[in-house]
């Protein structure tokens, strides 16, 4: 029996970097429900180290094109261009692509080619009671989370935000599972010539930019700052708990907007992704914009003085209670630990 096949769009340079890896994880876990096989293609100058490690993450084969220009580099067209005769060949039944500026555009080509449906920017793909994939995505300026099903179309495409997904190496210690043999399928090469670009820059400014810290995004335990703390003491309260317990503290869209804690630390739809195995919000509404940043956090913990709050669907424990009278609480247990060492 021929089975379908899922799609993972690689990289152009780094075909095992940490976003294709995502996509290929979750590939693999709709594979599993479809009984379908998740293929990864890698165009480019190749690296064969790089293709090979995507055996590990879930792909059952990996089709190698051999894309180069003579003059500069190829262009989205052209790699478009040669995923039109990969996927006009086999089976078909979901295309993945990364939501960078090359992944969207190439997406746009291939859907236009094919009239296949493509579903922009998704924070999730699952399967429903019918075996249909359904996209999810913010929609209505991120105030809901829509489903989406494509229709009439001979597979379904979709560009995939970055970070939404684990990578996680497949688990061969597992029985019936074993490593996959690395057999790399050369689909074709195409060498591009006679366009000879020129390009004119201008240097406006030169600003060194400081690296981004995402280190607190792996943290084990990550404290989240909402609305509902008020007072500047708290605040201060909060990141003294989690230095005692060396926690990183995070915050809501709506934190991020009064001013609690900085742009780079916004987890949620519009900011990061986390997984860590505690998530402890305080004074967090839990809107499913900012829910879809910490959905496969191992264990939720809530703290909200009103009973409705919608993050209490999600939690794993609920604490509704004051946040200002829970965190000066847990200040007073703290300092009293340290004064019981000092003594």
């Known amino acids: 029996m021929i089975r379908e096949k899922i799609f993972v769009i690689g990289n152009d340079s780094e075909y095992d970097n940490e976003y294709v890896l995502e996509l290929t994880c979750q590939a693999a876990r709709l594979a599993e429900q479809r009984n379908a096989e998740v293929v990864n293609v890698c165009i480019g100058s190749g690296d064969r180290g790089g293709m090979e490690r995507l055996f590990s993450y879930g792909a059952d084969r990996v089709l190698f094109y051999e894309l180069c220009e003579a003059f500069g580099q ?3 067209a052209d790699k478009a261009e040669a995923l039109k005769r990969i996927l006009a060949k086999e089976d078909t039944a979901l ?3 990364t939501a960078d500026p090359v992944g969207k555009i190439t997406a746009a080509m291939l859907s236009a080619h094919f009239a296949s449906g493509l579903t922009a920017d998704c924070i999730d793909i699952s399967v429903d009671e019918q075996g249909e994939y359904v996209f999810s995505r913010a929609a209505l300026s991120n105030s809901v989370i ?3 099903r494509c229709v ?3 597979f379904c495409m979709c560009t995939v935000k970055k970070h939404v997904f684990q990578a996680k190496k497949a688990d061969t210690a597992k029985e019936g599972n074993a490593a996959k043999e690395a057999v790399i399928e050369v689909f074709g090469s195409q060498t591009v010539y006679g366009r000879a670009r020129e390009r004119a820059v201008r240097v406006l400014e030169q600003v060194p930019l400081e690296p981004a810290n995402t280190a607190w995004q792996d943290a084990d335990v990550v404290f989240g700052i909402g609305r509902g703390v008020h007072r500047e003491e708290t605040l201060d309260r909060i990141y003294a708990i989690a230095q005692h317990y060396g ?3 995070a915050g809501s869209r709506a934190a991020v907007e009064l001013g609690k ?4 630390r916004q987890v949620g739809q519009s900011g990061a992704t986390i997984v860590p195995a505690v998530y402890v919000a305080f004074g967090i509404s839990g809107a499913c914009q900012h829910m879809v940043g910490v959905k496969d956090a191992a ?4 703290v909200n003085q009103d009973e409705h709050a919608p993050i209490f669907e999600y939690a794993d424990y609920k604490v509704i209670e004051d946040v ?3 965190v000066q609480n847990l200040y007073q247990l703290i300092q009293s630990e340290k004064n019981g060492l000092d003594s």
């Open 74 to 76: 190829y262009e989205a």
């Open 95 to 97: 295309v993945l692509f």
């Open 146 to 148: 829509a489903g989406i």
């Open 152 to 154: 009439n179309s001979r």
């Open 247 to 249: 926690a990183q503290v």
């Open 261 to 264: 804690i900085e742009k780079s």
């Open 299 to 302: 264990l939720i913990i809530a």
């Open 324 to 326: 200002e009278q829970i």
